[in-house]
Nanobody, 124 residues
Framework: QVQLVESGGGLVQAGDSLRLSCSAS????????MGWFRQAPGKEREFVAA????????NYADSVKGRFTISRDNAKNTVYLQMNSLKSEDMGLYYC?????????????????WGQGTQVTVSS
């Protein structure tokens, strides 16, 4: 059983940056592909970014390409999401997730473990 704990959320102004972290425990971190999803009030949870278990490849939602960067440190059992040029539409609860799939997973059902989320609020 993998436990995931997100941190780094907060209140920022449009155009600012934030870095989210997700710390994993209870499993072999390097066996899991990792992803970030977000959910705004009244909307479904949506894919943001994902990284292969090796860290060698990534995938992003079109809405965040060029602004967000996902990375991982397998020695620290941590995955990060660097968010730059934040917009009001980036606001939401950001979830970290772990997938046992061998490919980069981009849908909710492909992820096996989820964190509790960290809130990102962007004021315009």
């Amino acid at each position: 059983q993998v436990q995931l704990v997100e941190s780094g959320g907060g209140l920022v102004q449009a155009g600012d940056s934030l870095r989210l972290s997700c710390s994993a425990s209870g499993g072999t971190f390097s066996w899991y592909g990792m992803g970030w999803f977000r959910q705004a009030p009244g909307k479904e949870r949506e894919f943001v970014a994902a990284i292969h278990r090796s860290g060698g490849s990534t995938n992003y939602a079109d809405s965040v390409k060029g602004r967000f960067t996902i990375s991982r440190d397998n020695a620290k059992n941590t995955v990060y999401l660097q968010m730059n040029s934040l917009k009001s539409e980036d606001m939401g609860l950001y979830y970290c997730a772990a997938s046992r799939r061998l490919f980069i997973a981009t849908t909710r059902r492909e992820y096996d473990y989820w964190g509790q989320g960290t809130q990102v609020t962007v004021s315009s």
